[in-house]
């Protein structure tokens, strides 16, 4: 069975501090895919990143980057320099023909 | 850049009703999904649709609900005799993008 785990419910930092939140998965298949989206309080759900489980490479994309460690079965999201509007719920999910999430993370950033 | 729309984005109906949610998905893409998320709570897969039928659908997907793709563009969610507990957003997805979602109010 496929199964994400956010430890962190929620995480409050001040602007321009960092963040990093943390994603932990299971699955019996050797190829899979992870992702993590970004639903603000309008209640989308934006795509940020996705990564498949032969590219352990981390990515940078701006202010944010991700570690994928397959030996640690965890993908963390680091959100640099936070910023108000990247106040939202994140969530990680695991890809197996459908996706499976996390509960989510909320972070908020203060001013 | 190629987007699923859902409409309508708000719908409120009464316990009992029959709602039909409409989706556009990415058209050259073949896997379409709907999820829901009740408020507050994690996002929880309801049913995937590959080839014009279901492919897997989760224990939440019973006879209530029912997907159709009817003229090869459009894919609905229909959900029969609505009860309070299904107020929820509903996600369409073609493959890993989501539309907008529709907030669904039961009263």
């Known amino acids: 069975a496929q199964k994400v785990t956010q430890a962190q419910t929620e995480i409050s930092v001040v602007e321009k501090e960092d963040v990093t939140l943390d994603c932990v998965y299971e699955?019996?298949?050797?190829?899979?895919?992870l992702f993590w989206y970004k639903q603000p309080p309008s209640g989308e759900l934006v795509f940020l990143i996705r990564?498949?489980?032969?590219?352990?490479q981390n990515e940078i994309s701006g202010r944010y980057s991700w570690n994928f460690q397959k030996s640690t079965s965890s993908f963390n999201f680091t959100i640099t320099a936070s910023q108000v509007v990247d106040s939202a719920v994140y969530f990680c999910?695991?890809?197996?023909?459908?996706?499976?999430f996390g509960a989510g993370t909320t972070v908020t950033v203060r001013a | 850049e190629p987007e699923v729309t859902q409409t309508p984005s708000h719908q409120v109906t009464q316990m009992g009703q029959e709602v039909i949610l409409r989706c556009v998905p990415i058209?050259?893409?073949?896997?379409f999904y709907w999820y829901r998320q009740i408020l507050g709570q994690k996002v929880e897969f309801l049913v995937s649709?590959?080839?014009?039928?279901?492919?897997?659908k989760s224990e939440i997907f019973d006879d209530q609900f029912s997907v159709e793709r009817p003229d090869g563009s459009n894919f609905t969610l229909k959900i029969r005799s609505t009860k309070l507990e299904d107020s929820a957003m509903y996600f369409c997805?073609?493959?890993?993008?989501f539309g907008q979602g529709t907030r669904l109010t039961v009263v």
């Open positions: 997805a073609s493959l890993a993008f």
């Open positions: 699955t019996r298949d050797t190829t899979y895919y």
């Open positions: 990564r498949n489980s032969f590219d352990e």
């Open positions: 058209s050259n893409h073949l896997y």
């Open positions: 999910a695991l890809n197996d023909y459908k996706l499976s």
């Open positions: 649709f590959y080839n014009n039928e279901i492919s897997e």
